[in-house]
């Protein structure tokens, strides 16, 4: 019979520790929050205040629920008073000393049989556990911040936690209405062992001035579906506690990617630290604040409009799959004329009755009135000859991913096309120049990558390469604003923002599946719940594809001789075996039942 916890006490109630006593005081348990000094309980009053009043606003909480919930819960800076708890929770920072000094403390005041627990979102359980008398009862419940919101409880158990403590904690986690993963004690545990290492990547970008700050996190934002961009969930963390999470995940794995990138220490030197100061990687109104305020790196609105914008009206689509035909319908709903060209009259064909069923499905749902459906089909027209194009103002290539066709296609577009027209690619993956060099205008060559489906996915990546003139790239954006996209400018390296900073994330999860450390379902929950990320990465890698997945990870490998890039060997097994995802009924899951 599982025990029962009734009185618990907090240790250290800054923003984490403040929202998980009111996790265990809405859920009827007394609580006792201990701070170091007056000025610790004054802060830690006005978490719970503020928290508990965003709930009332939101309708969550009634006025007499929040009263007595703060009621609950008895705030003191002396440890002496957690004597007759039943269970302990440490939430001070992320320091092994000071966590190990509060649990030898506690250790001698609690009763024997109490439950010590430890939020560290990175250090060693085990290293806690030996510094008391009680290593058994020693467990790690790591909550995810805002602890009153967020679902997930990662549970860390030692090589010598008590299977029965483990058991008891569980059902706790559930009872408080806690989604619970138990897992291995290991740096980062799940859910920061893969967000960190994308984090790191992603201020390593910035750093390098490849992309800026907004154009990063609107990539992932999205291109992803993310609910945060990685820079502004820095400073949300906290850019100090960041780098002590980083660095404590290299120090146990050696992985270079774990390694802080130095833009961390500069900052961190210079009181940048994110929200809490007011100024990270973006400034706000004042500490604390979430309202981000422009500073000296905030692009000024019309900056585009001081360089010159070449005009576009018609627009040329070369290929007829399931992307092309995607863009031609973005661009012939913004009112552009559209000349297709494909391979035969029957994939022309096949291409409009695609686009005329996808027109019909936008009026179906109330998205397109009838006469804007018949307007937008007939400004479209198919062809079987590239000489059709000699008018386009700018034409975009959407044909396979093939560096060898793609560069036959350039060469006769650059035959064709009449001088000033934009030669773009959606290439996803292979170096731009290496079309542009195919022709005698490289300096109006430009990336243009959409994401599928297109007309839905607001992203487009507008990629430069050292030869595309300032106005080709300035054109290609104000192109993205013409179709209601989001462009994002960034240079022509592999993968570009979203797949460099995704791909890497993805094969760290099946690394960590490979390591037998946790389990796919474990792993996507711990992403989606811990960190509400859209799908977990074995539902990702599923959908998108094993063998494009893998062909991306080589890409990048190929391209950054990161060791950490290596593809995992049991993607290549699985590519190997014919179990591509869902497109052939198994991948990470079997769907051939489904």
């Known amino acids: 019979m599982a025990r029962e916890f009734e009185a618990v006490g907090v240790v250290g109630l800054g923003t984490m520790g403040a929202g998980i006593a009111e996790v265990f005081a809405r859920n009827g348990l007394r609580v006792l929050g201990v701070e170091q000094d007056e000025a610790g309980l004054v802060r830690a009053r006005g978490h719970l205040e503020s928290s508990t009043s965003r709930a009332q606003a939101r309708g969550k909480l009634t006025e007499d629920e929040a009263k007595a919930l703060l009621d609950r819960i008895i705030l003191t800076t002396d440890l002496r008073d957690l004597a007759d708890v039943d269970l302990v929770i440490e939430a001070v920072p992320e320091r092994l000393d000071l966590k190990a000094g509060i649990f030898a403390q506690v250790d001698k005041i609690c009763r024997p049989d109490v439950v010590l627990a430890s939020n560290t979102s990175s250090l060693s359980v085990t290293e806690l556990s030996v510094r008391t008398g009680r290593p058994g009862r020693v467990v790690g419940m790591h909550f995810f911040n805002p602890a009153p919101v967020q679902q997930l409880v990662e549970l860390v158990r030692t090589v010598v936690t008590d299977q029965d403590v483990l058991d008891d904690m569980t059902a706790f986690a559930r009872k408080i209405g806690k989604v619970p993963v138990v897992i291995g004690d290991r740096a980062g545990f799940i859910a920061n062992a893969l967000l960190f290492g994308y984090l790191n990547h992603a201020a390593k970008m910035f750093e390098e001035r490849y992309a800026s700050r907004e154009d990063i996190d609107a990539s992932m934002r999205f291109g992803c579906g993310y609910p945060m961009g990685p820079l502004a969930l820095l400073d949300l963390i906290g850019l100090d506690t960041a780098y002590e999470i980083l660095m404590t995940m290299y120090h146990q794995s050696r992985n270079l990617m774990h390694v802080p990138?130095?833009?961390?220490?500069?900052?961190?030197?210079?009181?940048?630290?994110?929200?809490?100061?007011?100024?990270?990687?973006?400034?706000?109104?004042?500490?604390?604040?979430?309202?981000?305020?422009?500073?000296?790196?905030?692009?000024?609105?019309?900056?585009?409009?001081?360089?010159?914008?070449?005009?576009?009206?018609?627009?040329?689509?070369?290929?007829?799959?399931?992307?092309?035909?995607?863009?031609?319908?973005?661009?012939?709903?913004?009112g552009l004329d559209v000349v297709v060209?494909?391979?035969?009259?029957?994939?022309?064909?096949?291409?409009?009755?695609?686009?005329?069923?996808?027109?019909?499905?936008?009026?179906?749902?109330?998205?397109?009135?009838?006469?804007?459906?018949?307007?937008?089909?007939?400004?479209?027209?198919?062809?079987?000859?590239?000489?059709?194009?000699?008018?386009?103002?700018?034409?975009?290539?959407?044909?396979?991913?093939?560096?060898?066709?793609?560069?036959?296609?350039?060469?006769?577009?650059?035959?064709?096309?009449?001088?000033?027209?934009?030669?773009?690619?959606?290439?996803?993956?292979?170096?731009?120049?290496?079309?542009?060099?195919?022709?005698?205008?490289?300096?109006?060559?430009?990336?243009?990558?959409?994401?599928?489906?297109?007309?839905?996915?607001?992203?487009?990546?507008?990629?430069?390469?050292?030869?595309?003139?300032?106005?080709?790239?300035?054109?290609?954006?104000?192109?993205?604003?013409?179709?209601?996209?989001?462009?994002?400018?960034?240079g022509d390296r592999a993968g570009f923002i979203v797949n460099a900073l995704l791909f890497p994330y993805l094969n760290d999860a099946v690394k960590m599946l490979e390591a037998h450390y946790a389990s796919a379902d474990d792993i996507d929950s711990a992403m989606k719940t811990g960190c509400a990320l859209p799908m977990g990465p074995f539902e990702l890698l599923d959908v998108v594809g094993l063998d494009v997945s893998l062909a991306i990870e080589r890409t990048l490998y190929q391209e950054f001789r990161v060791a950490g890039y290596a593809p995992a060997p049991l993607l290549e097994h699985l590519v190997t075996a014919g179990r591509l995802g869902r497109k052939t009924g198994q991948g990470f899951r079997d769907y051939s039942a489904r």
């Open 341 to 490: 060209r494909g391979r035969s009259e029957g994939k022309n064909e096949a291409a409009l009755t695609a686009l005329r069923r996808s027109l019909d499905k936008a009026v179906v749902r109330g998205r397109l009135s009838e006469d804007a459906r018949d307007e937008a089909f007939g400004r479209v027209r198919a062809t079987t000859a590239f000489e059709e194009m000699a008018e386009c103002d700018l034409v975009i290539e959407a044909v396979a991913e093939e560096l060898d066709v793609k560069r036959a296609v350039f060469g006769t577009l650059d035959e064709v096309c009449k001088p000033g027209a934009i030669l773009a690619t959606t290439t996803s993956s292979l170096p731009v120049i290496e079309c542009a060099a195919a022709t005698s205008r490289p300096g109006d060559v430009v990336g243009l990558h959409f994401f599928n489906p297109a007309p839905v996915m607001k992203l487009v990546e507008v990629v430069s390469t050292i030869s595309t003139a300032p106005e080709v790239a300035a054109t290609a954006r104000a192109l993205c604003a013409t179709l209601g996209k989001h462009g994002v400018s960034c």
């Open 261 to 334: 990138t130095p833009v961390f220490k500069q900052m961190i030197t210079a009181g940048l630290l994110g929200r809490k100061t007011g100024r990270g990687f973006y400034t706000y109104e004042k500490p604390d604040s979430h309202k981000v305020v422009d500073d000296a790196h905030t692009p000024k609105s019309g900056e585009a409009a001081e360089e010159q914008v070449r005009t576009v009206r018609t627009v040329g689509v070369v290929g007829t799959g399931t992307m092309a035909t995607g863009i031609v319908e973005v661009l012939a709903k913004a």
